[in-house]
């Protein structure tokens, strides 16, 4: 009999444990996987603060999305960041490990040249990448299916700068530096052949190196020229922060404007007074539209103040999140034509891409006044603010 008994027992807790690993072996096979979303962007570095505003961005998206309830058919989102540290190389490394990581998308990245390798990168394994901040036209230009641009492009933006040097400042005379990027020497070019043919002389068009902080010999250059206006395409704030208090104590005193890299909140921050009245070209981001309330609630109760490109990156990964659920799958090419029908208001713009991947470019000038950035002169109107 207890025999018997010690072989019942036996019996039932060997069926228990069957059931459960059954059991549990189901479960794991019917749970819904999780989706991952990268971003690449320099998170170290001298351009860590654009590349963190970045990665949050996509962040704050992915936080809306899931708190609506998430996406049908996956069990949770969540962001995958990498570091590109705006270098051609490292960008490389850190699609590959994007690419290990199995992200079906990439939000990034930051610096053009970077951009560029590690889209192709990404595109031999059809994964999307969506840029919030890259501007140089060859991004959207060599024919990749899966890459998109939420932000401008450089030759709308020099243009933009050019037309309001001739018909609002009445410039006459510009001196145009440059750090040999790809973005930043793109735009220092695009500028210089827009102002010569806008009937504006180029006093000079110098180049420094990424990373200098000592600008002496080529402010005594625009000094001793005397341009009317002072044009600095850096690809980050806080070199053109350097710049901006250098010229001024070395006595510069040309009209100052930047592109789109040097527009951040570390500008004032770092150049104080000194970047007072200076002018730089950005997108024109309305903060009172009700997709800028909504993403900036979002993004401020989880980080400090957004940056520059905060919105337009939290603007790519709401695109690729929506488009996904349109898609009900992350098919790259069927995600990419429900990116291609779409159209919403977003926190930086409305947000629609044509076939090749662009989203329009929308320029403001704005201007430091009072410690801040204010919207002065909107390029599509020809209109002051």
Avoid at 15 to 40: F, M, R, S, Y
Avoid at 220 to 228: C, I, L, Q, S
Wanted: hydrophobic share 40%.
């Amino acid at each position: 009999m207890k025999r018997l008994i010690v072989l019942g027992v036996a019996m039932a807790a060997l069926a228990l444990v069957l059931a459960g690993c059954g059991g549990g072996g189901e479960e794991q096979k019917q749970a819904d996987p999780v989706l991952k979303i990268g971003t690449l962007s320099p998170l170290t570095g001298p351009y860590a603060a654009d590349g963190n505003d970045i990665r949050q961005g996509a962040e704050a998206a992915v936080a809306v999305i899931k708190a609506q309830g998430g996406l049908p058919g996956f069990s949770d989102i969540v962001v995958v960041p990498a570091d590109s540290a705006c270098d051609p190389k490292q960008a490389v490394a850190a699609a590959n490990k994007l690419i290990n990581d199995k992200v079906p998308a990439v939000i990034g990245a930051y610096c053009s040249s970077a951009t560029i390798p590690a889209s192709e990168t990404l595109a031999e394994e059809d994964i999307i990448m969506i840029t919030p901040a890259s501007t140089s036209p060859a991004v959207t230009e060599r024919g990749l299916p899966y890459m998109f641009r939420t932000c401008g492009r450089d030759d709308h933006q020099a243009p933009a700068a050019v037309k309001f040097m001739k018909e609002v400042a009445d410039v006459k005379s510009v001196f145009i530096v440059d750090d040999k990027t790809t973005y930043s020497q793109g735009m220092a070019d695009g500028v210089a052949a827009a102002a010569r043919e806008a009937g504006i002389e180029v006093l000079g068009h110098e180049h420094v190196n990424q990373g200098d902080k000592d600008f002496s010999a080529v402010l005594t250059m625009v000094k001793d020229r005397n341009p009317d206006l002072f044009y600095i395409s850096l690809q980050n704030s806080s070199s053109g922060a350097t710049m901006v208090i250098q010229a001024r104590r070395m006595g510069v005193d040309a009209i100052l404007m930047g592109q789109d890299a040097v527009f951040h909140p570390k500008l004032i921050e770092f150049a104080k007074a000194d970047s007072e009245g200076m002018f730089c070209t950005f997108g024109d981001i309305d903060t009172s539209t009700q997709g800028y309330k909504d993403f900036l609630a979002n993004y401020s109760s989880k980080y400090s103040d957004p940056g520059a490109y905060s919105a337009y990156s939290y603007d790519s990964a709401m695109a690729y999140l929506l488009a996904v659920r349109a898609a009900g799958t992350t098919d790259p090419a069927k995600v990419r034509e429900e990116l291609l029908k779409l159209s919403f208001d977003g926190a930086s713009k409305k947000v629609s891409y044509d076939e090749k991947g662009d989203s329009g470019s929308n320029y403001t000038v704005y201007q430091v006044k009072d410690g801040q950035f204010v919207p002065y002169w909107n390029s599509l109107t020809g209109q002051k603010y």
